[in-house]
């Protein structure tokens, strides 16, 4: 089985019991091969949780869910050294964070100092703790959710840890079809056994490996560059695109040409994903009378018209 046939099967498995949010699947997707993290920022209820879990039965991945709340401790999530009085020695206890998949559920609501200790497990894949490193499995793929409506008892994201997450997606509601289907269905436990196993975390290693030797044109490249500066100019962002952002985008846009069985990147994966994988870094100069979402794509929408596409 190629690699567009291997995420093709997986996707299937997904969409088995997630239904009617096809683009939050290829979204997840496209992030989780491009060895990235995501947000999932949407109302309770549209089915974030069963995404991740769906996800991790199909490539047979270690998955924990953390629930957080604003009394939790960075030691919670990352883990804590234990003295050990038969041994005379400190044992380290894992935390929750230590899974192929872990789900943040309304991360939000935590404080902004445990929140940090999820810095260096994003962008390092690993746990310092009382000067020892523990490596976290490999592949490592997190995924936050929060309301992007309730703002009593939240602490907003930095915009520093907003920079480590590849994609924000608004799950949405299901279309009124799949709406009415769910409504038939069993809970969401009895449908998740529907979900086979087709794949491994290996398999998905395997995929990032290829998602590297994408081929993306310079001039490709140069579109990027040129799409990030025009946000840092524009008269409405006060923080615009950040070089981090712009390698996230060569990554993203390099696994969804895999997913659509291309070996390069073209003008059009770029197009497509600006919108998640950069929305959520821009940094308005002044409050937008709407959401800062709406006005971010506002922004972007923007920016793709003023810069040239390249032939």
């Known amino acids: 089985m190629n690699a567009t046939d291997r995420i093709r099967s997986i996707r299937r498995e997904v969409q088995k019991v997630v239904l009617g949010v096809d683009q939050a699947v290829d979204l997840a997707l496209t992030a989780l091969i491009a060895g990235g993290h995501i947000l999932l920022e949407d109302v309770p209820g549209v089915g974030k949780t069963v995404l991740a879990q769906a996800l991790a039965r199909a490539i047979q991945a270690s998955f924990r869910r953390i629930q957080f709340t604003s009394d939790m401790l960075p030691s919670d999530i990352l883990g804590v050294h234990i003295w050990r009085p038969d041994t005379q020695t400190f044992e380290f206890r894992e935390g929750p964070v230590f899974a192929?998949?872990?789900?943040?559920?309304?991360?939000?609501?935590?404080?902004p100092k445990t929140q940090s200790a999820l810095l260096e497990v994003m962008s390092e894949h690993q746990v310092s703790l009382d000067h020892r490193v523990y490596p976290l499995p490999r592949p490592f793929f997190l995924m936050a959710t929060q309301n992007p409506i309730e703002f009593q008892g939240t602490f907003p994201l930095p915009e520093s840890q907003m920079d480590r997450f590849m994609m924000c997606i608004p799950v949405g509601y299901p279309d009124p079809q799949a709406e009415s289907y769910i409504l038939q269905t069993p809970s969401p436990?009895?449908?998740?056994?529907q979900v086979q196993a087709v794949a491994t975390t290996q398999d998905v290693l395997a995929l990032q490996a290829v998602v590297e030797q994408v081929h993306v044109h310079s001039d490709v490249l140069q579109y990027i560059v040129q799409l990030a500066r025009a946000t840092r100019r524009h008269p409405q962002v006060l923080l615009g695109i950040s070089p981090r952002a712009g390698k996230h985008m060569v990554a993203a846009a390099r696994a969804r040409a895999l997913m659509e069985g291309r070996p390069y990147v073209t003008p059009d994966d770029?197009?497509?994903?600006?919108?998640?994988?950069?929305?959520?870094?821009?940094?308005?100069?002044?409050?937008?009378?709407?959401?800062?979402?709406?006005?971010?794509?506002?922004?972007?929408?923007?920016?793709?018209?003023?810069?040239?596409v390249p032939l």
Not at 189 to 193: G, I, K, S, T, V
Request: aromatic fraction near 4%; hydrophobic fraction near 40%; charge should be neutral.
């Open 270 to 308: 770029i197009q497509a994903l600006c919108t998640p994988v950069w929305s959520h870094r821009l940094i308005p100069r002044t409050p937008p009378s709407t959401s800062t979402s709406e006005w971010a794509q506002r922004v972007l929408q923007d920016v793709l018209q003023q810069v040239p």
């Open 100 to 111: 192929h998949i872990v789900l943040a559920d309304e991360i939000n609501r935590a404080s």
């Open 189 to 193: 436990e009895r449908l998740l056994q």
